[in-house]
């Protein structure tokens, strides 16, 4: 989805504490923040979408995110 443009809402499971949420990804933790983040998705529709795609290629963009994946693994 990221990728292709598309907004995210996820559930908050910690992954928010590692990388930034907010445009283009949000998390929810109950029923009211999940409400909120579909309106703020549906507010500003195309930042959201330019922004998931910017958040793709920063963090799930193999060629950025395996270096810091093996750095993170040799320091362990």
Known sequence: YLANGRPVLAQATGFEEVVETGRG??????MEEAVAGIEEINTDYAAHCRAAREFAQEYLDSSKALPRILEACAAS
């Open 25 to 30: 990804l949000l998390v929810f933790s109950n």
